[in-house]
DNA sequence: AAGCTAGCCAACCGCGCGGAT
DNA sequence: TATCCGCGCGGTTGGCTAGCT
């Protein structure tokens, strides 16, 4: 399956004005890559038609551009999202919905795609299971409630288990802790998150490149790739939300009816002086922790 | 062992925006 | 002002892989 070459058709062996309007599809060759990569290390990105008319590769400047962005370009971080990347962008989305660019600016190392893939493949599964719309109540709620503070609760785990083998991952975790606490603007909400994103990202692979507690929900593809199970975490507090809730009546278009144990939890974020408008707020998790 | 299914992810597509001409 | 072009964004698709039967 080398290539998927729909421009390699019958009359790829035309003459040569014609060959150049065949523009290639599919998976890219590790040749076209380094052809690429090596364009742009010595004339620069941008102006993405003429580099690729420029470059002899026969792809669309589009698609030149989505691959450098999206896999070649250096800084591309790979492999699965770390607990405090999922907790960044459940509280991105929860601001901005797909807004996945946006969110993937604060995300460093992360691209648009990689994030949207994390969203659609994983947390929109999650609300299938709670048999609910990702833009019901109910799913809000489940986010709101268990998911997110679930993964602070991960996060707080793993920085001050001394279990855990990684200290630079705790020690990381920890100044994440501390960054969301004091943070100080959010460059459109005044918001705490992308702080943690922007401090973090300055000693960036303290701890980013590891799963810390999250480790155990991976498995090991061929490459040698990790990628997560899908989170463990999730179906944990899947089950606790239906636990703690049966008088949801997800027939009724997954209206949510706050019982004895939310209000303690919308209590706790009162206590904290956070408002009903600021609920998603990181940082205000972090205080309920 | 073979077939099926679900999950994951790279890549493509259509659309809209903004700058240049 | 109108048109073209480059670019970025969000949505969607298709192929590969792993797990299950």
Known sequence: ??????????????????????????????????????????????????????????RTGKSCRLRWLNYLRPDVKRGNFTADEQLLILDLHSRWGNRWSKIA????????????????????????QLNCD?????????????????????????AGDPTIGDTSCAS??????????????????????????TSRSASS??????????????HVHGSGEKTTSGGDWMQEADQEFWAMHMQIQPEDG???????????WVQGFSDVGVSADNLWSLEDIWKMQ
């Not at 309007?21 to 890219?28: K, N």
């Not at 691209?111 to 969203?119: A, L, P, R, S, V």
Request: hydrophobic content about 35%; proline content about 3%; glycine content about 6%.
């Open 1 to 58: 399956m080398d290539v998927v070459l729909q421009s390699r058709s019958s009359n790829s062996m035309a003459a040569e004005p014609e060959e150049e309007t065949e523009l290639r599809r599919g998976p890219w060759t590790v040749d076209e890559d380094l052809t690429l990569i090596n364009y742009i290390a010595d004339h620069g990105e941008g102006r993405w038609n003429a580099l690729a008319r420029a470059a002899g590769l026969r």
């Open 134 to 158: 990702v833009g019901s109540a109910t799913f809000k709620d489940a986010m709101r409630y268990l998911w997110m503070p679930r993964l602070v609760e991960r996060i707080h785990a793993a």
């Open 105 to 128: 600016q604060h995300l460093p190392g992360r691209t648009d795609n990689e994030i949207k893939n994390y969203w659609r493949t994983r947390v929109q599964k999650h609300a299938k």
């Open 205 to 218: 692979g303290s701890f980013t490149s590891e799963l810390c507690g999250e480790e155990k929900n991976l």
């Open 254 to 264: 997954g209206l949510f009816h706050v019982d004895h144990e939310l209000s303690g």
């Open 172 to 197: 990381g975790v920890r100044s994440m802790a501390t960054t969301a606490a004091t943070a100080t603007t959010y460059p459109e909400n005044n918001s705490a998150a992308s702080a943690v994103t």
